[in-house]
């Protein structure tokens, strides 16, 4: 079985920073395409930023120049770096990976639990 588990959450003032880590476990062959999402009451699940295998990443219009992701393959691990935090950025948010299991190299998509944040003062 393959596990994504995400924190980080917390409550911070507008302005503030967090960061969000998520981990993969289990037994798998490798991880690509690797994400965050955020969905806030009353809204649909949203994409906030991706990073491919290669280091290639693509931010939603809200966060570019606030937030950053990465990853580290040696850890199986994405974060999300999140700064200058707003109170529309109040959400659980939830990690995403595509993993290989198997030998066909077909990945399977994964969520972790959810993590929340809220921003407020």
């Known amino acids: 079985q393959v596990q994504l588990v995400d924190s980080g959450g917390d409550l911070v003032q507008p302005g503030g920073s967090l960061r969000l880590s998520c981990v993969v476990s289990g037994r798998f062959l490798s991880i690509n395409a690797m994400g965050w999402y955020r969905q806030a009451p009353g809204k649909e699940r949203e994409s906030v930023a991706e990073?491919?295998?290669?280091?290639?990443?693509n931010y939603a219009d809200s966060v570019r120049g606030r937030f950053t992701i990465s990853r580290d393959n040696s850890k199986s691990a994405v974060y999300l770096q999140m700064n200058s935090l707003k109170s529309e950025d109040s959400a659980v948010y939830y990690c995403?990976?595509?993993?290989?299991?198997?030998?066909?190299?077909?990945?399977?998509?994964?969520w972790g639990q959810g993590t929340q944040v809220t921003v407020s003062s």
């Open positions: 990073i491919t295998s290669g280091g290639y990443t």
């Open positions: 995403n990976a595509h993993v290989v299991r198997s030998y066909n190299w077909v990945p399977q998509e994964y």
